[in-house]
C-alpha cells in the first residue's frame, strides 16, 4: 500500500519531445534495476495515469554485491513519460508526450535511497544500494488522442516509460524501461448514442430486361444513428421493392474495415489541423464480419421491409486520420437480384470502444469533475449551456432523450386527470340544478347583504309603527337621496294554446291574445313608471317581493290597489304585519 500512496502531480508539456524512445523504448543497466506498476488495465482521458516506480540499486540492501566495494553510483533526475506514437511501416511519428519528474534537484530521493549526511554535489544525489517505490501520478486531458489501433503495417500505440539519468564512476549513463498502456479519449454519452434527426439513408435501384418487359429492383437502407460500440450488435432498416417477376432471396450484410494511408502531412493553423481533404496514397479494404438475414424473400410486384442485424466484433474502432493514416467503417447491404448480378448500398458507420462512454469506476469521479470544470470555465457566446455529466448514465443517456423528445408534446399524468376533472364538473353541477328544487329569485337593495334583516339593512331609515311604509332621511332639504331597487326580470306574457277548430274560434283567440299582450305591456309600463319616474316625488317602493311585504308613500297609499294587482296583492300581506 506505501508503493501506491497518493502522489502529488507536477504534470507538464516537454518543449523537446523525447522521440529516442520510439527507437530505444529499453535502455537496460547492470546495477539499477527499473520496474513499473500501474494501478489499472485502463486510463481515461480526463482522469489520471496513477501507479509506482519500483527502483532497485545493487540488488538491495541485503545482497552480497552490496557488501563488495563498487564505484559510487548518483542519481541527477527520474522522470515519467506517458506519449502517443503513430506508426505506418517504416514512419514513426510521436503526437503526445506528458511528463513528470519523481527526483530532481528540488526534489530529493527517499531516505533509504540517499546517503545519509552527504550533500548534492553537481545536481548529483548519491545513493547506496536499496530498494525503493517512487509513486507517480499524470494528469490526462479529456481529448487524448485517436484510439489504440494494431494492424499488420499500420497502429497507434500509447506508453508509460520511466527514465533515470544516473552517473556511474564519472560517466554519465541512462536506463529506461517502457511498459504500453490503454489510453482512451471520453466521448460525452449525451452527443456520441444520440439519434439522428434525420436518419441516414441510402438507395440503389438496378434494371434487367426480362421477356421483352423492364424490371426494376429498388434497394434502401438506413439507420437511426451513426456511432455503435464495439462488442454489441448494429441495426439497419432495409426495404426492398421489386417491380417485375423477379425474386429476392438472399440479403447480406457487411463490416468492412477502410484504411487511408496518406503520403503527405496535413496541413494546420494556428489553433489546429485545418478542415482540409487530403487525397490518400493508397487504400486498404478488409472485410470484418458478414451475416445473412435468413427466412427473408421478397417476390416480384411487391415490397417489404426489415430490421436486420450484425455483430460488431470486440476491439474495433475508428481512428481520425492523423499524421500517416486513418481508419473508417462502413456498412454493406448486399442483395443477389440474379445469378450473377447484385446490388449493395453502403453506410459511413463509426466504432467506438465501450469504455469510452462506460467509464471504469476507479476514472469515474475524477473525469465527472473534469469536465464539468471544463464546460464551467469555457466562454460561450449562447447563455446557459451549462454541462451537467451524471455518472453512470452513459447507455441511458441516448433512450432517455428519445423518451423526451417522444413525450414532449403529451399530456402528463396529472394534466389529464385535471381534464377530466373539469370535464366531469358540468355535468355534476347540471345533475344537482336538477336534483335541487326551484326557488323564487326575490329581489333586494343592490349593494345590501341579503342575510341581514330589515333593520339591520335600513338601520338610518325612520320605521312607522303600525304602517307599511316608510321615507329616507334627505342628505339635502332641496333633493331626497335615490336608492337604485333591483327590476325583476321580465316574463314573457303566456302563450295560449291554438285548437283546430272554426274560423270563429280562431278570430276569438287571437283577439284574447292581443288582449293579453296589451294588458302585459301596460303593466310592464306601470312598473318602470313607479319604480323609476315617481320615485323621485313619493319616495323608494318595493312593487313586488316574494315575503309578501309592500312599502309605499303615505300620499298614495290607494295607488296600489287602484293600480297594479300585484301590489294589492303584496299590501294585503304588509297589513297583516
Not at 466562454?379 to 451549462?386: E, K, Q, R
Not at 303600525?466 to 303566456?494: D, K, L, M, V, Y
Request: glycine fraction near 6%; proline fraction near 8%; include cysteine.
Amino acid at each position: 500500500m506505501e508503493a501506491l500512496r497518493r502522489a502529488p502531480s507536477r504534470t507538464f508539456v516537454p518543449l523537446a519531445l523525447p522521440i529516442d524512445i520510439i527507437d530505444f523504448p529499453k535502455l537496460p543497466h547492470p546495477r539499477v534495476t527499473v520496474a513499473i506498476r500501474i494501478s489499472a488495465p485502463i486510463f481515461m482521458g480526463g482522469a489520471t495515469a496513477e501507479g509506482a516506480i519500483e527502483l532497485t540499486i545493487d540488488g538491495g540492501p541485503k545482497t552480497l554485491r552490496a557488501q563488495r566495494k563498487l564505484p559510487p553510483l548518483s542519481v541527477d533526475r527520474i522522470s515519467v513519460a506517458l506519449v502517443g506514437i503513430e506508426r505506418s511501416g517504416a514512419r514513426q511519428y510521436m503526437f503526445r508526450c506528458l511528463m513528470t519528474d519523481l527526483i530532481d534537484e528540488a526534489h530529493p530521493p527517499p531516505i533509504g535511497m540517499a546517503r545519509p549526511n552527504q550533500p548534492m554535489s553537481d545536481r548529483l544525489w548519491d545513493v547506496m544500494p536499496s530498494k525503493t517505490a517512487l509513486p507517480f501520478r499524470l494528469d490526462l486531458p479529456v481529448v487524448l488522442g485517436p484510439t489504440p489501433f494494431k494492424s499488420r503495417k499500420n497502429n497507434v500505440t500509447y506508453m508509460i516509460s520511466v527514465l533515470v539519468e544516473a552517473k556511474v564512476d564519472g560517466r554519465r549513463t541512462y536506463i529506461r524501461t517502457s511498459e504500453e498502456v490503454t489510453v482512451l479519449t471520453v466521448h460525452d454519452p449525451e452527443k456520441a448514442l444520440i439519434n439522428l434527426p434525420n436518419p441516414l439513408v441510402v438507395t440503389d435501384e438496378v434494371q434487367s430486361s426480362r421477356r421483352g418487359s423492364l424490371e426494376t429492383v429498388v434497394l434502401t437502407a438506413g439507420v437511426h444513428r451513426q456511432t455503435w460500440i464495439s462488442g454489441y450488435p448494429l441495426y439497419v432498416d432495409v426495404r426492398i421493392a421489386i417491380r417485375g417477376g423477379r425474386t429476392v432471396r438472399k440479403i447480406e450484410l457487411q463490416l468492412e474495415r477502410s484504411t487511408f494511408v496518406y503520403a503527405h502531412a496535413a496541413p494546420s493553423d494556428e489553433t489546429g489541423l485545418g478542415e482540409t481533404l487530403r487525397l490518400p496514397d493508397r487504400c486498404e479494404n478488409k472485410v470484418i464480419s458478414k451475416a445473412t438475414c435468413l427466412g427473408w424473400q421478397v417476390t416480384g410486384h411487391s415490397s417489404d421491409l426489415k430490421t436486420c442485424g450484425l455483430f460488431i466484433p470486440p476491439g474495433l474502432a475508428s481512428v481520425d486520420a492523423g499524421r500517416f493514416f486513418g481508419v473508417r467503417f462502413f456498412l454493406n447491404v448486399k442483395i443477389t437480384v440474379s445469378f450473377a448480378k447484385y446490388l449493395t448500398v453502403q453506410l459511413p458507420i463509426t466504432i467506438i470502444h465501450p469504455n469510452s462512454i462506460d467509464i471504469p469506476p476507479n476514472s469515474l469521479a475524477q473525469v465527472a469533475a473534469t469536465i464539468e470544470h471544463k464546460h464551467r470555465y469555457r466562454t460561450s457566446t449562447t447563455p446557459d449551456t451549462s454541462y451537467r455529466y451524471r455518472a453512470g448514465q452513459a447507455f441511458l443517456a441516448a433512450r432517455r432523450q428519445s423518451f423526451e423528445r417522444t413525450t414532449r408534446n403529451t399530456l402528463t399524468h396529472e394534466e389529464i386527470n385535471d381534464l377530466a376533472r373539469r370535464l366531469d364538473e358540468p355535468i355534476n353541477l347540471a345533475t344537482q340544478q336538477q336534483q335541487q328544487p326551484r326557488r323564487r329569485a326575490s329581489t333586494s337593495l343592490i349593494g345590501a347583504n341579503p342575510n341581514t334583516n330589515l333593520k339591520t339593512r335600513y338601520r338610518n331609515s325612520k320605521f312607522l309603527e303600525g304602517t307599511s311604509s316608510f321615507r329616507s332621511p334627505p342628505s339635502s332639504p332641496s333633493r331626497s337621496p335615490i336608492i337604485n331597487i333591483a327590476i325583476p326580470p321580465q316574463r314573457e306574457p303566456p302563450a295560449i294554446p291554438i285548437r283546430r277548430t272554426h274560423r270563429a274560434s280562431l278570430e276569438e283567440q287571437s283577439s284574447r291574445q292581443r288582449l293579453l299582450d296589451n294588458q302585459h305591456s301596460n303593466m310592464q309600463r306601470r312598473r318602470t313608471r313607479s319604480s323609476v319616474e315617481d320615485r323621485r316625488y313619493r319616495g323608494p317602493r318595493l312593487q313586488r317581493s316574494t315575503s309578501g311585504l309592500k312599502f309605499s308613500s303615505s300620499e298614495d297609499g290607494d295607488d296600489g290597489e287602484d293600480g297594479d294587482p300585484f301590489i294589492a296583492r303584496a299590501g294585503g300581506c304588509n297589513r297583516g304585519l
